[in-house]
């Protein structure tokens, strides 16, 4: 297993709650749009604290745009890796392995939404931007956000544009996003990607099948071995 050490040097706060870390990209580090990696703190490598100081975090660039940034909701009450990350400063240390993406963007000629909770469109930022890029082979892409905070990320980008047909919607309370979602599983040809919390993800997954949309039409951010956990709940 190959460890990426790197630095950090600039950290934004997207709002209120939520900031992007942008490392270095080390030289021979590439990735697809939807990648993850194990983003990692100083001693993830010690037993005595081990898994504590590692998370699994989507990438929320692009390859084009030659840094590495990793977006996160830091509450007033952390986790312990939360609050070490919050005490981390530009040119620190951390760490990346085990990089790789389950929800490329499919060129399938088909509609593509995208629906996610809060900081989960961070997941898609990378999508929309190689969408908006070259659209070859994808019929249109509308997102679908759901954030109670109303401090919706990303706005430069999640922008609906008819001549590209993008279409980017925000929602702030539940009853109105499943009630799209319903609409939005009208089109039974679709590709739905989902990435959120556990249970955001099993609610999405059984109103979709209830609304006709087959399994092999969702696409989840989660390993092969993992996605009997969610279709079988």
Known sequence: ???YWTKI??????????????????EDFTWEEGAHTHFALKGFQDENVGKKMVRHMSISTTNDESVIGITTRIRDLPSEFKKALKEHSVGDDVALFKTHSNVPLKRENKNIYLL???????????????????????NQIHSLNIDSSK???????????????????FVDNRQSYYERVKELAEDKGGLFYVVGSDEFIVQNIELLREQGILKEQIL??????????????
């Open 1 to 3: 297993m190959q460890i």
């Open 9 to 26: 040097n600039k950290i934004k706060d997207e709002n209120s709650e939520v900031k992007t870390y942008f490392l270095d990209c080390p």
């Open 116 to 138: 996610s909770s809060g900081v989960g469109l961070a997941t898609f930022r990378p999508l929309v931007l190689e969408y908006l890029k070259r659209a070859d082979d994808v």
């Open 151 to 169: 401090e919706f990320l990303f706005s430069d980008v999640f922008e609906s544009s008819t001549e590209k047909k993008f279409t980017s919607e």
């Open 220 to 233: 989840l951010d989660k390993h092969a071995l993992q996605l009997p956990k969610y279709f079988t709940a």
